[in-house]
């Protein structure tokens, strides 16, 4: 094992100690091992302290440059998930994923020269992140959200709780880890909210849902009693706690059978749009979401397209709201 890769085995204990996501740590792992690989293979270098700026903005070039899936940690792994059958193989990596490596980077050297001190000098202090164009987002149509939800058959366990956790993720804005964790005792129908508890940090916040989703948690709850012994509010039909790709790929499966693209942050980030659209501002949303400040929550879901800005005005336009 060289240094490098002693560092990288390291830096994870350090994040899973943290409970950090599963998809955040497969992230960094990802996003390190690679970078250790061309390090070795292109300059030699086994050792974190021998890396320099220049050996960072090297590797970015190399990102930019190469193909979507042409390397990976682990060659064993090309037989067994055939990147070269994948219709986007060796096309153009996207600067939203450049953007990804270059912070996970800088996580990890961060962490070497502010917390363990293993380095005297970071590389990563003057690279600059990519600067990525943010695509808009366009809002599901309550049509398009109706035919989704028509796509489950509520007659059976697996169907009646995926729409209903649709529903929750639509009306609450809360994450699909943060629904799919619920128990009954979190949820407080005389107040019609919810209490979410962040696994990473203990902090604790509510979120709110309409009297609509209501009685649609009520009902749910009743069948599932009936159902099953699950300390969840959205089990499996095993009363184990649900797997978020799970839930990910029933709902788009449901999405793709109306030719409708769908996904569970799609449903966060709708619920915060027309929390806005209808009225709602920007620090009680904020709180909602869990975000760190109200800067945060603009910078994620400022991204309304012109025809939602003046379905906005035409709402709230000066003249309309004038008795003159």
């Not at 050996?55 to 390397?71: L, T, W």
């Not at 912070?103 to 962490?111: L, M, P, T």
């Not at 690279?127 to 990525?132: C, G, L, M, Q």
């Not at 028509?150 to 880890?177: E, P």
Request: glycine content about 4%; aromatic content about 12%; overall charge positive.
């Amino acid at each position: 094992m060289t240094d490098f890769e002693f560092q990288i085995d390291n830096f994870m204990l350090y994040c899973t100690s943290r409970n950090l996501a599963k998809k955040t740590l497969a992230s960094y792992e990802q996003s390190l091992k690679l970078l250790a690989a061309y390090l070795q293979n292109q300059f030699v270098i086994t050792e974190v302290l021998k890396v320099q700026s220049g050996h960072i903005r090297n590797y970015i070039k190399y990102i930019q440059e190469r193909g979507k899936y042409s390397v990976v940690t682990n060659e064993a792994s090309i037989n067994k998930n055939f990147p070269h059958n994948r219709s986007d193989y060796n096309k153009q990596v996207s600067t939203v994923t450049v953007a990804n490596y270059v912070r996970n980077i800088k996580v990890f050297f961060n962490w070497l020269y502010d917390t363990e001190r293993e380095i005297t000098k970071n590389p990563c202090e003057k690279i600059e992140n990519p600067k990525v164009q943010r695509k808009i987002k366009k809002m599901l149509a309550p049509e398009d959200i109706k035919r989704v939800l028509n796509q489950f058959d509520t007659s059976k366990f697996h169907d009646y709780r995926n729409s209903v956790i649709t529903l929750t993720l639509l009306d609450t804005g809360m994450r699909i880890g943060e629904c799919l964790a619920l128990m009954p005792e979190h949820i407080d129908f005389k107040h019609k909210s919810i209490l979410i508890t962040n696994p990473k940090n203990k902090q604790q916040r509510f979120v709110y849902f309409s009297p609509k989703l209501g009685l649609e948690l009520r009902s749910w709850l009743k069948y599932h009693d009936r159902y099953s012994n699950s300390p969840y509010v959205f089990p499996t039909t095993r009363g184990t706690q649900l797997d978020i790709r799970n839930f990910e790929k029933a709902l788009r499966e449901a999405g793709k059978r109306v030719n409708i693209d769908i996904h569970p942050h799609q449903l966060r980030n709708n619920s915060a749009k027309y929390y806005i659209l209808n009225g709602g501002d920007w620090f009680t949303l904020s709180k909602i979401l869990g975000h760190s400040s109200v800067e945060v929550t603009q910078k994620a879901y400022l991204d309304f397209t012109d025809e939602e800005v003046g379905r906005k005005y035409q709402k709230h336009s000066p003249l309309s709201n004038l008795d003159i």
